[in-house]
């Protein structure tokens, strides 16, 4: 969704050029954001295609926001297309950190794809997806799963690159346009924030469980071959192992909201499955291990590709249904 963005947005003239849309409530930039660049943590830590095992626990705790449950269980259209959905959205995603001047324009994109996504949900209470304690609550997921690739599959973090990963986080979220109201102002901040959504607000919900619960889970497109019978003894294979990675990556008070319980024993083998991933993907080509966007961006940083390279897409398997693919709420591009 793009608009006249000169007059009525927040933003410079020149900015208004490079972002689609406009911010949608006062905060957000005046100038252009310095994007984050081949020298930050969070280029180091994010886009790997490893973090696809903590997909369960990030589309769990976002769905746990009451706000954004209910946009989900509402509006969205992921739990009948659930594979491609999720690998296509790591493209603009992974764009707000690793698309470097124009990373600024796929932020105003993502943000714009929540335009219009609100209502009333099931207890009668109102809920908006541009909500800024909504969109922060996104991305804080975002930035708590990237210490968590970091300590849990990446070898583990000091303080001192906690606290540079946050202060990049916030230079991540500048490239939305949206308030910076919610956003913690330090490291301890962020913490005391975190913990007060687990205990305090966020909720065992639908669109939470649903996630968790891979039952139902459609083939992807390019798996369509695969038999029905083989596919169910996939899906429970599945089932098992994201439960014990999922449940281990909850904080307590997120287990025992959820119902779940965590032995030490459990403990242990999850911190050694940590371990094991990390030491096995030392060896591996790095280039292999990370997502196309993110590859894309160190070639463009190390001059293997000219800077001004059209980002990579997602490819046409993972488009959304025929029926969706103009409707502005969707990633769709022309593939």
Same mark, same amino acid.
């Given at each position: 969704?793009?608009?006249?963005?000169?007059?009525?947005?927040?933003?410079?003239?020149?900015?208004?050029?490079?972002?689609?849309?406009?911010?949608?409530?006062?905060?957000?930039? =005046?100038?252009?954001?310095?994007?984050?660049?081949?020298?930050?943590?969070?280029?180091?830590?994010?886009? /790997?295609?490893?973090?696809?095992?903590?997909?369960? /626990?990030?589309?769990?705790?976002?769905?746990?926001?009451?706000?954004?449950?209910?946009?989900?269980?509402?509006?969205? *259209?992921?739990? *009948?297309?659930?594979?491609?959905?999720?690998?296509?959205?790591?493209?603009?995603?992974?764009?707000?950190?690793?698309?470097?001047?124009?990373?600024?324009?796929?932020?105003?994109?993502?943000?714009?794809?929540?335009?219009?996504?609100?209502?009333?949900? =099931?207890?009668?209470?109102?809920?908006?997806?541009?909500?800024? =304690?909504?969109?922060?609550?996104?991305?804080?997921?975002?930035?708590?799963?990237?210490?968590?690739?970091?300590?849990?599959?990446?070898?583990?973090?000091?303080?001192?690159?906690?606290?540079?990963?946050?202060?990049?986080?916030?230079?991540?979220?500048?490239?939305?346009?949206? !308030?910076?109201?919610?956003?913690?102002?330090?490291?301890?901040?962020?913490?005391?924030?975190?913990?007060?959504?687990?205990?305090?607000?966020?909720?065992?919900?639908?669109?939470?469980?649903?996630?968790?619960?891979?039952?139902?889970?459609?083939?992807?497109?390019?798996?369509?071959?695969?038999?029905? /019978?083989? %596919?169910?003894?996939?899906?429970?294979?599945?089932?098992?192992?994201?439960?014990?990675?999922?449940?281990?990556?909850?904080?307590?008070?997120?287990?025992?909201?959820?119902?779940?319980? %965590?032995?030490?024993?459990?403990?242990?083998?999850?911190?050694?499955?940590?371990?094991? *991933?990390?030491?096995?993907?030392?060896?591996? $080509?790095?280039?292999?291990?990370?997502?196309?966007?993110?590859? !894309?961006? %160190?070639?463009?940083?190390?001059?293997?590709?000219?800077?001004? !390279?059209?980002?990579?897409?997602?490819?046409?398997?993972?488009?959304? $249904?025929?029926?969706?693919? =103009?409707?502005?709420?969707?990633?769709?591009?022309?593939?």
């Amino acid at each position: 969704m793009t608009q006249d963005t000169s007059a009525v947005c927040p933003v410079t003239r020149e900015t208004a050029t490079v972002a689609a849309g406009c911010p949608v409530s006062s905060g957000g930039y =005046d100038t252009l954001p310095e994007p984050l660049g081949p020298d930050s943590l969070t280029w180091k830590y994010f886009g /790997w295609w490893t973090g696809m095992l903590q997909g369960p /626990w990030a589309g769990s705790m976002q769905n746990m926001h009451p706000q954004l449950g209910a946009a989900v269980q509402q509006h969205s *259209i992921f739990f *009948i297309e659930r594979m491609p959905r999720l690998f296509r959205s790591v493209y603009p995603i992974g764009g707000v950190v690793f698309d470097g001047d124009r990373a600024p324009k796929t932020g105003a994109q993502v943000r714009d794809y929540h335009i219009g996504i609100k209502g009333v949900d =099931d207890q009668g209470r109102r809920y908006s997806a541009l909500n800024p =304690d909504v969109f922060y609550w996104a991305h804080a997921t975002f930035f708590k799963s990237t210490l968590l690739a970091a300590e849990w599959l990446g070898g583990g973090l000091t303080e001192a690159q906690r606290r540079q990963l946050f202060d990049e986080h916030i230079t991540w979220y500048r490239m939305y346009g949206m !308030s910076m109201r919610p956003v913690p102002k330090s490291w301890e901040e962020f913490q005391e924030y975190w913990d007060h959504m687990c205990n305090n607000v966020l909720e065992n919900n639908w669109a939470a469980r649903e996630v968790l619960d891979l039952s139902s889970m459609p083939k992807h497109p390019s798996l369509e071959w695969v038999p029905d /019978w083989l %596919w169910r003894i996939q899906i429970a294979a599945m089932q098992k192992f994201f439960n014990f990675a999922t449940v281990g990556l909850f904080d307590p008070p997120v287990r025992d909201l959820m119902g779940y319980t %965590w032995s030490p024993r459990q403990e242990r083998l999850h911190r050694l499955f940590g371990k094991t *991933i990390y030491w096995v993907t030392k060896f591996l $080509p790095k280039r292999m291990m990370m997502h196309p966007r993110k590859r !894309s961006a %160190w070639d463009r940083a190390t001059g293997r590709l000219p800077a001004d !390279s059209p980002l990579v897409e997602t490819p046409a398997r993972n488009l959304p $249904p025929v029926e969706y693919r =103009d409707d502005p709420h969707y990633y769709s591009p022309k593939v």
